[in-house]
């Protein structure tokens, strides 16, 4: 059963009275001590728990964050990023200060900073009262409060850019400061999980860590690995697009530290991959949370919270045999057109990811797969008829969101292993990866030729970028990598030029079919479907029928070249400005950089 984020009392939850809609008011006394509440085990648990509350406020990152947040790259978009409005502002690279979906009191940048004051009492009251130390209870709480502060800041880091960096409860001198150096921010938030990470227990050693709705180890260093990374890459600066001056944050310095953490993890032996992509997927949607796989940490959504699949599913018409969640469900966003062409025809992630299909209008409460257009596709990775559990809220699904699953770590040790040891060094963990995408039968080729060939450096770190998008397509991680990489608008710029290519089936995309034909499968709800493959253009006669596979004119320019709004320079947009209500909020300390 799903985990359910209680404050257990009154008093537990008068703790956290400061923590209001606006960041900045200052905190209330505690009707109860702290030394009582971070002196007993299962006060501080309760407490712990409230700092996971604001992950599923109405307009943090279960209606605003997670929505928007890493759309649109050359793997995933906004199915409506053509519409010009608020919504698709912020996908596009064009969002304003006084963003509708954003500029509220309540809003995602509030609840973060709601999420760390919660964080701050609890770490100082661990300190204080709770002789935290490796092996205790109450050491493993001031570990998951660290890891659950050093995600909020993680986040907000990835958002905006520069931010004001808090690691104490605020008082009345702290209410007002302006922006710190994310550079001091990624060194504290390193050195806060190398600690963290003493006091987690890998996966299932303790009761704690038997869910993947808990913070454990792997997961700890994995993220480490995962910030480590970002914090020696490129970036959008006030003075440009470059990489950290720090020392502390050098390539060297951080890809050794990440190479560290991703093996530590994998020599663990504490997580492993499913034994395929779509059993892994399945077992998601089926909310499946035991931990030791695949999943390493999911931020948690009780069954009435939460909006992956109101989001990000196979889009559904109207409420049918698979759900009650309501009309129009899912198909928010999905995979760019080309994405599906770009797969190797063998690779098992193919079908997962990329679905062409919506279900239709159900009757007698029987929806049906329904063909589109050749410009939308859905996440397949997120189905509501994978689910076990019928979902009837009309506002949420309550499936959770993974944060990071182990391939992100095995690609991570590639990534790093590559930089420091060379191409050779890389290839196991790249090798891991690619086999569970391919049958057996493939794998001479398709794994140890593929990989093998990556001879050089540089062969290999391409390789890496095409496999991240393969691998993690709709699962908006794309963006922060491309930053990274220094590769977002030329991989945009190529997005575009590919879109273009297969909307007039020319270059890489000449032998996309034209005409799909189709029919039903003994179910009469599931399409079986011909044409989907290159070169798949013969009639295969009675019994299916044909629909046109096409996509051309002013309305296929016009969605291809809004993939950033034209004019926007997506390099000098990288992160979301701050919302006008927290500019004027901050007593002047608070100003846009990037021209916004």
Known sequence: MKHKILIAGMFVASLFASCSDDYLDAPAQSTLDESVIFSSPGLAEAAIDGIKIPFAETNSYRGRFLPFYGLNTDTEWYNSSQTVSDASDLCTYDAKPNN???????????????????????????????????????????????????????????AWGDVPGRFEPLNNATIYVGKTSRDEIYKQLLADLGEAATLVPWPGEIK?????????????????????????????????????????????????????????????????LESSFETFWKKYNQEYIVAGGESLW??????????????????????????????????????????????????????????????GTAVNNIAKQELGTLNTWYFGKYRYEWMTR??????????????????????????????????????????????????????????????????????????????????????????????????????????????????DHTGNYATVPTTLYYKFKADNVSLDIYGLNKGETTNPGAGYT???????????????????????????RQFWPIWQVFLEGSNGKLTNDYGY
């Open 390 to 503: 019928f979902v009837t809220s009309t506002n949420d699904d309550g499936v959770n969101k993974i944060y990071m699953r182990y391939a992100e770590v095995l690609l991570i040790a590639a990534e790093a292993a590559n930089e420091l040891e060379g191409p050779a060094a890389a290839a196991p963990y790249l090798k891991e990866v690619r086999r569970r995408a391919f049958a057996t039968a493939d794998q001479a080729t398709k794994v140890e030729d593929y990989v093998n060939s990556k001879s050089t450096k540089d062969a290999m770190f391409k390789a890496l970028v095409d496999e991240n998008k393969y691998e993690f397509t709709g699962e908006m991680e794309r963006k922060q990598n491309l930053i990274r990489w220094n590769l977002l608008k030329a991989k945009l710029d190529e997005a575009k030029v590919n879109m273009k290519s297969l909307a």
């Open 208 to 272: 704690e860590t038997t869910s993947v709705e808990r913070i454990n180890k792997a997961f700890v260093k994995g993220l480490r690995a995962r910030l480590a990374m970002v914090a020696s890459g490129y970036q959008q600066y006030p003075d440009g697009i470059r990489r950290s001056t720090d020392p502390a944050l050098s390539v060297a310095n951080m890809y050794a530290l990440a190479l560290a953490e991703s093996r530590s993890v994998i020599a663990s032996g504490s997580a492993h």
């Open 298 to 359: 999911e931020l948690p959504f009780s069954d009435g919270r939460g909006r992956m699949l109101f989001t990000f599913a196979v889009r559904h018409t109207t409420n049918d045999q698979f759900h009650a969640n309501g009309a129009n469900r899912g198909g928010t966003a999905g995979p760019l057109p080309t994405v599906f062409y770009d797969y190797d025809v063998k690779d098992t992630r193919r079908d997962v990811t990329c679905v062409p299909y919506k279900y």
């Open 546 to 572: 044909s629909i046109a596979w096409t996509w051309t004119g002013a309305a296929a320019d016009t969605k291809i070249n809004t993939l950033y709004k034209p004019g926007v320079n997506p390099d000098n």
């Open 100 to 158: 509708s979906q954003m500029n509220t009191t309540n809003n995602a940048w509030a609840m973060m900073y709601s999420g760390i004051e919660r964080a701050n009492i609890c770490i100082r009251g661990l300190r204080a009262y709770g002789n935290p130390t490796p092996g205790s209870q109450l050491g493993y709480l001031l570990g998951e409060a660290l890891t659950l502060r050093a995600i909020y800041y993680a986040d907000l880091v990835k």
